[in-house]
C-alpha cells in the first residue's frame, strides 16, 4: 500500500511546479510586460475625449505612472480631477513649460482631455499598480 501513496504524491508534484511556475513566471509576465504593451498598442489608435473639473495641477518629475515611458522620469503635469482621478500630462511636457502648463490648468474649472480608451476605462484596476492615464492634449473649456 506505501507504493501506492507514493506514485500518487509523485503525480501531484508536476500540478505544484506548474502552478509555482505558472505563479512566478506567466502571470507577472503578462501584468507587467504583455498588456501594458497592449494596452498601449490601443490606446494609440483609439483616443476619447472626457470633460472633467480640475481641483489641481502641479509640475513633477516622478516616474511616469503611465505605459509611456516605460518608468523614465522626466518633466510632467499631474491634473487632479473631480470626475476623472488623476491624469498625467507628459506629451510636449518640457522643463520650460511644465510650469506654464501646470498654471493653465490649475486657473482651469472644466478642461477637456484626449486619453486613450482602454487606459481611462482601466483607471481603476491601473491605480492599484500606480498607473494612471495619460493626457494625449487639452483644451480649457472655462476658467476661474
Same mark, same amino acid.
Given at each position: 500500500? *506505501?507504493g501506492k501513496s507514493t506514485t500518487a504524491a509523485r503525480k501531484k508534484r508536476p500540478v505544484v511546479g506548474i502552478a509555482i511556475v505558472l505563479l512566478l513566471f506567466v502571470v507577472p509576465g503578462l501584468l507587467f510586460f504583455v498588456i501594458p504593451v497592449g494596452i498601449t498598442?490601443?490606446?494609440?489608435?483609439?483616443?476619447? #475625449?472626457? *470633460?472633467? &473639473?480640475?481641483?489641481?495641477?502641479? &509640475?513633477? *518629475?516622478?516616474? +511616469?505612472? /503611465?505605459?509611456?515611458?516605460? %518608468?523614465?522620469? %522626466? #518633466?510632467? $503635469?499631474? @491634473? $487632479? &480631477?473631480?470626475?476623472? %482621478?488623476?491624469?498625467?500630462?507628459?506629451?510636449?511636457?518640457?522643463? +520650460?513649460?511644465?510650469? =506654464?502648463?501646470?498654471?493653465? !490648468?490649475?486657473? =482651469?474649472?472644466?478642461?477637456?482631455?484626449? @486619453?486613450?480608451?482602454?487606459?481611462?476605462?482601466?483607471?481603476?484596476? !491601473? =491605480?492599484?499598480? %500606480?498607473?494612471? #492615464? &495619460? =493626457?494625449? /492634449?487639452?483644451?480649457?473649456?472655462?476658467?476661474?
Amino acid at each position: 500500500m *506505501t507504493g501506492k501513496s507514493t506514485t500518487a504524491a509523485r503525480k501531484k508534484r508536476p500540478v505544484v511546479g506548474i502552478a509555482i511556475v505558472l505563479l512566478l513566471f506567466v502571470v507577472p509576465g503578462l501584468l507587467f510586460f504583455v498588456i501594458p504593451v497592449g494596452i498601449t498598442a490601443y490606446d494609440d489608435s483609439h483616443r476619447m #475625449p472626457i *470633460t472633467c &473639473t480640475v481641483r489641481s495641477a502641479v &509640475t513633477g *518629475t516622478e516616474s +511616469s505612472g /503611465s505605459f509611456k515611458g516605460g %518608468g523614465a522620469s %522626466g #518633466p510632467q $503635469v499631474v @491634473v $487632479v &480631477t473631480e470626475q476623472c %482621478g488623476k491624469i498625467l500630462l507628459q506629451d510636449g511636457i518640457n522643463s +520650460s513649460n511644465a510650469d =506654464a502648463v501646470a498654471k493653465e !490648468l490649475s486657473d =482651469a474649472d472644466l478642461v477637456r482631455f484626449n @486619453v486613450g480608451d482602454a487606459a481611462y476605462r482601466l483607471r481603476a484596476q !491601473l =491605480a492599484l499598480f %500606480g498607473v494612471s #492615464p &495619460t =493626457a494625449y /492634449s487639452f483644451e480649457v473649456l472655462n476658467g476661474s
